[in-house]
């Protein structure tokens, strides 16, 4: 596609339910990354995708978080019973290759828990 | 771990001055630096990659250096508008970019 783009835009869930976020890279791009930015904070780095494996998973913050990446494209992140500190705004970007080639940003998901 | 500062935190200045934004990391072993800009409520818009072998970009109004020696990047922005106003991030690495937390910027007509 011509931009990254991530569903669903904003999503309300109730603590301790699961909750499923998506990001559909540009096409092309091998290396994908998930973000976090929790209000008037800067971003936090969750997880990075070279193809479909993940190099870099130092980011997540605890085992209830997960993500997988298929076909080399879309990417999903999962956060199982999720809690109040959860809320945050979730943000994927992708890269042709690789950092060199600099980030393109989704639009992000909004994400509170109640 | 790669640990990336911006100063100031907040500027506001009127129409048609020049903004000056400032970006340092500990790591020199930085690959390369990207700045963003960023709306309220909005994600994350590419302005300037510098890459590796680079050490200045330019856009129109914008343009951005990097001392990979000293650890530091600018960004100037000249004759401010305002609709420059929003917040500007600065982040570098290797293998995944590291954030500042932005220079929120304000520019009065």
């Known amino acids: 596609g011509a931009g990254v783009s991530q569903s669903p835009s904003n999503k309300v869930t109730e603590k301790g339910k699961d909750v499923e976020l998506r990001c559909d890279p540009i096409?092309?791009?091998?290396?994908l990354y998930w973000y976090r930015q929790s209000l008037g904070q800067g971003l936090e780095f969750l997880i990075y995708f070279q193809g479909n494996s993940a190099p870099d998973k130092s980011g997540l913050p605890s085992d209830r978080f997960s993500a997988e990446r298929t076909g080399g494209s879309v990417s999903t992140l999962t956060i199982q019973r999720t809690q109040q500190e959860d809320s945050a705004v979730y943000l994927c970007a992708s890269s042709f290759q690789g950092v060199n080639y600099g980030y393109t940003f989704g639009s992000g998901t909004r994400l509170t828990v109640v | 771990k790669q640990e990336v500062t911006q100063i100031p935190a907040a500027l506001s200045v009127p129409e048609g001055e020049n903004l000056v934004l400032n970006c340092s990391f500990t790591d020199s072993a930085i690959y390369n630096l990207q700045w963003f800009r960023q709306d309220p409520g909005k994600g994350l818009t590419s302005l300037l990659l510098?890459?590796?072998?680079?050490r200045e970009q330019t856009s129109g109004r914008l343009n951005a250096s990097l001392d990979k020696s000293s650890g530091r990047s600018t960004l100037y922005i000249a004759a401010s508008q305002p609709g420059d106003s929003a917040t500007y991030l600065c982040a570098g690495g290797w293998g995944k970019l590291q954030f500042g937390a932005g220079t929120q910027v304000v520019v009065t007509p």
């Open positions: 096409s092309g791009h091998t290396a």
């Open positions: 510098i890459q590796s072998s680079q």
